[in-house]
Structures are given as C-alpha cells and as structure tokens.
C-alpha cells in the first residue's frame, strides 16, 4: 500500500510536468473505485489549469481554477506519466491530458483509491478537515505527542499509525522507526516516556525523509510516476524480515499480526519492558 513516501515521491514526479498547465480531456473508464467517481468530472475539468500539486497525508490535492481534485492512491493504485501511445493497461481508469501534451494515467488493481472532485476550501473537505500534522512537519514535535500519549492504552504502534495523532506513519514505516528507536511494538502508548518520544520523534522524521529521498518503497505494487520502482525495501531494518538476523544483534527478527497489519521487530533490541 502506498504510504506517505510513496505518495510524496509521486507527488514532485509529476508535479513538474502538470503545474500551470491546462487540462484538454479526461477520460473515465471505470468510475466505480472506493467512492464513484463523479459523472460530470469531464465536464467539470475541462479547460480548467493545474496551478499547484500537493499532499497532505495520503490524498495528492490538484488546485485548479474552480476546486480541487483530490486523488488517493488506496491500496494499488499509481499515477504515472505517460504518452498516448502507451498501451492501456486492464485496470488504468482515468487518463487526464494536458495542454502540452502530458497524459496523467491512474492505475488501481485493487479499485481502493478515490479520484474526487470538491469546490470548498480544501481544508474544510471531510475528508481532510481532521487530520492530525504532517510527520515532517515543524507542528510535529516531541511535546506534541508526550501529551497526547498520556493515557493512552493501545500499543505504541498503532498509535503513531493512527491519522488523529500523526498522519502518513504507515505500517512499513512504523515497524522501522520503532526498530530505531528501541520500542517494542507492543508497549502501551502511555509508557513511553518523554526521552523515548523525542527519540521516536526524530526517528520517524528521519526513516520518512530517507524513504523520500529513495523514492519510496515497492514491495508489490508502488512505482513511481516515471514508472520505476522505489528503493527504500533495499535499507528496511526488520520489515519483512522474519526469521533473518537483526542487522544490529544478530538475534532472529520476529514477526506477528497486530489489527490485521503485519508487524516485525527485534526481540533483543526492542526487548518490552
């Protein structure tokens, strides 16, 4: 599933190639993804411009003249940059083509993303209006999260997967910040103190960015808008590596099923308290 890294690298791979351009056609050949996609949508995109590309949490957000379109990878899906001659693949639903001739293919195996359209102020749509901050962004800090900690029963990784407190921390990526951090994935949100959150804080913002910077992670389905897979699985730690040694100690990675999510660690270095 493509998560935050994944969605950021998509996001500067195609932005270039969309900004301040106008859209000439949008094709719609299946509109039954998560929620139906909108009938009119042609209508409504056509001769519209694409003034800015941007994220927040896992939604990519068009700003156009009118509105904003806001696509969402789910589980499978990808956008990628590609020509007219290109083949049409069985599950490529939407193509968006551009006045310089760029066609924006989304692609979506599973049918769980989203192509929505909306003409309200993009920080009131249901959809975003109550997501928590940005990993990476200056709002996310230490003292933030020590008081939202507080009380709190569930595990430590659920939590920081949890968009009300943090959004884009996906699965992959909290298995390898809480390997970094020492944390087994287990403790109670409550018991980690405040010199282990302003760990875990910095961690996560650092396994994010580097994830980024590779181009995200494929495991099945991601590529990158270019088409390319991500290369961050080359430098994951303990995620997907059950029953190989921990690169730090040697000790057999564990793994188990935490809300249906699979989960991996260390049981030297991450040893619960």
Not at 160 to 180: C, D, R
Not at 211 to 219: F, M, N, S, W
Request: charged share 20%; net charge positive; with cysteine.
């Amino acid at each position: 599933m493509p998560e935050l890294p994944e969605v950021e690298t998509t996001c500067r791979g195609i932005a270039p190639h969309l900004e301040k351009h106008t859209i000439k056609n949008i094709i719609i050949r299946n509109h039954s993804l998560r929620w139906p996609i909108l009938n009119g949508l042609p209508d409504i995109l056509a001769k519209q411009t694409i003034h800015k590309v941007s994220r927040r949490a896992k939604y990519l957000l068009f700003q156009c003249d009118t509105g904003t379109l806001i696509i969402h990878l789910g589980m499978s899906g990808h956008l990628q940059i590609v020509t007219p001659s290109d083949e049409v693949a069985k599950h490529s639903h939407v193509d968006i083509t551009l006045d310089n001739d760029t066609l924006l293919r989304y692609t979506d195996p599973r049918r769980f993303g989203a192509v929505l359209w909306t003409s309200e102020p993009i920080e009131q749509h249901h959809l975003l209006k109550h997501l928590a901050p940005e990993p990476l962004s200056d709002a996310f800090t230490a003292d933030y999260l020590t008081v939202l900690l507080k009380g709190k029963k569930t595990s430590i990784k659920n939590f920081i997967m949890n968009s009300k407190y943090v959004v884009g921390v996906g699965n992959i990526y909290a298995n390898e910040a809480l390997f970094l951090a020492g944390i087994h994935p287990k403790t109670l949100a409550n018991d980690v103190d405040h010199d282990k959150t302003i760990q875990l804080v910095a961690i996560i913002k650092q396994v994010l960015t580097k994830a980024i910077k590779a181009g995200g992670t494929t495991l099945k389905d991601f590529k990158k808008s270019d088409g390319k897979p991500g290369y961050f699985a080359q430098q994951l730690n303990v995620y997907g590596r059950e029953s190989l040694p921990c690169p730090q100690c040697n000790v057999e990675i564990k793994h188990y099923k935490e809300a249906q999510r699979a989960t991996f660690y260390c049981p030297h270095c991450q040893a619960i308290d």
